[in-house]
């Protein structure tokens, strides 16, 4: 454990890069600075993956349908993903991090709790050890980075979005609950829509009348449980330690597609386009994995998943693909579709990792055949990298219009359209 002794009250870092895939954008291209710049879905039916707070003084905002924001905002500029490049900056923000303390726990590509409490010898106090890597970001990456400094996690979130953009914002030691007990509820873990509206039934409208509401009077609301947990929290109490380098849970790519799509034969096309996608994401992270997810959306946004587990673990589009396909079986193919994904998880070990055959429960292929299919798969992963995915597509996906891509590795593909 990098704490060997106590070294007293914790201290936890909540840094949050601004405005991130909009503010990559600017970084590429001075050109947008200043200007509203939404990332995202293109089409009439992509959705907004980030704004600028250009764009966000026109109400768009992350999750948005693009068709919305191009009526918010009619001038502002509409560009695609560049997940590659997110991915690239982030490690590189990431380092930074990591010269400070290895408790380093990431929550997205541009999220991260940090617990410096056994660095202050080192580095100084949490809000010194904020303002250099603030500065340290800045330089090296030409990005902004967001910052609250806390005893707690949640206080410490609570903290950077009060703070944004390029914000510091230091709760005093022992000043958690009083920093907490003016803010509105919504803002505390766990009060979605429904929640607060039930707490504002009952006169709780601040999480400190939820601090002082007799336990009694919550849980006739709430639920014994929940009640419980919400109250703890709103009295600063969050013992949640920083986990760091959690590692991914699943790599995936997902579609959401201009125009329905119906029957087999078309969603085999964006299945192998999303399976190539995965492939590629899996090499580059160095993982292998056991389970593949298929994620169909119909046009009425029922949602199905359906996933096969591989006698071997794989990285390799064609074995992903297959699998994938064959979960069409289990779904119905008679109803209009709006997305489609694929997601590979249960990843395998180092050891396991060196004995992979390329085609996951299929039988290995010969020697020949095995490095073939590895050249193969090398050759196109690093066209990719040099020139982008679209560079290089496979004869049967020839014609195939780009489409709005979400899931990147290591953020469990979440759907935008929730």
Not at 159 to 181: C, E, H, I, R, S
Request: aromatic share 6%.
């Amino acid at each position: 454990m990098y704490r060997a002794m106590d070294p007293g009250p914790r201290t936890i870092l909540h840094l949050d890069l601004d405005a991130f895939y909009a503010s990559v954008e600017q970084l590429d291209h001075p050109e947008l600075r200043g200007r509203p710049v939404i990332v995202g879905g293109t089409g009439n039916r992509g959705v907004v993956c980030a704004a600028s707070y250009e764009a966000r003084k026109f109400g768009v905002r992350s999750a948005l349908p693009t068709a919305r924001a191009r009526r918010l905002c009619p001038d502002g500029v509409f560009l695609p993903p560049r997940f590659g490049r997110y991915s690239e900056l982030s490690r590189r923000v990431f380092d930074v991090y990591r010269r400070y303390t290895p408790l380093v726990e990431p929550l997205s590509l541009d999220e991260a709790f940090l617990d410096v409490s056994a660095s202050r010898a080192l580095h100084g106090t949490g809000p010194e050890i904020a303002r250099a890597i603030k500065v340290a970001v800045r330089g090296e990456c030409g990005l902004a980075v967001s910052a609250g400094v806390a005893e707690v996690k949640m206080a410490a979130k609570i903290a950077t979005d009060l703070g944004k953009p390029d914000g510091l914002v230091v709760v005093p030691a022992g000043g958690v609950a009083a920093f907490l007990a003016p803010l509105p509820v919504g803002r505390l873990w766990g009060v979605g829509e429904v929640t607060e509206a039930t707490l504002r039934r009952i006169g709780v409208a601040t999480i400190g009348d939820l601090a002082r509401m007799p336990e009694s009077a919550l849980a006739a609301a709430l639920g014994p449980n929940h009640a419980r947990g919400l109250r703890a929290l709103a009295r600063g109490e969050d013992a949640r330690e920083v986990v760091p380098d959690e590692e991914a849970k699943s790599v995936g790519a997902e579609d959401t597609f201009d125009h329905d799509l119906l029957g087999r034969t078309a969603l085999e096309r964006e299945l192998l386009a999303q399976a190539g996608t995965v492939g590629r994401r899996l090499r580059a992270a160095g993982l292998a994995g056991h389970v593949v997810t298929l994620k169909v959306k119909y046009a009425d946004f029922t949602l199905v998943t359906r996933r096969v587990t591989l006698e071997r673990a794989t990285d390799d589009d064609r074995a992903i693909f297959e699998a994938a396909r064959a979960q069409l079986e289990r779904v119905d193919l008679r109803r209009p579709v709006r997305l489609t994904g694929i997601s590979v998880s249960g990843f395998a070990g180092d050891e396991e990792r060196g004995q992979l055959g390329l085609f996951g429960g299929a039988p290995a292929p010969p020697p020949p055949e095995a490095s073939r299919r590895k050249a193969l798969n090398a050759a196109l992963d690093a066209l990719a990298g040099r020139f982008g995915e679209g560079a290089v597509t496979r004869a049967d996906l020839a014609g195939r219009p780009p489409r709005r891509r979400h899931g990147d590795p290591g953020d469990g593909g979440e759907d935008p359209d929730r």
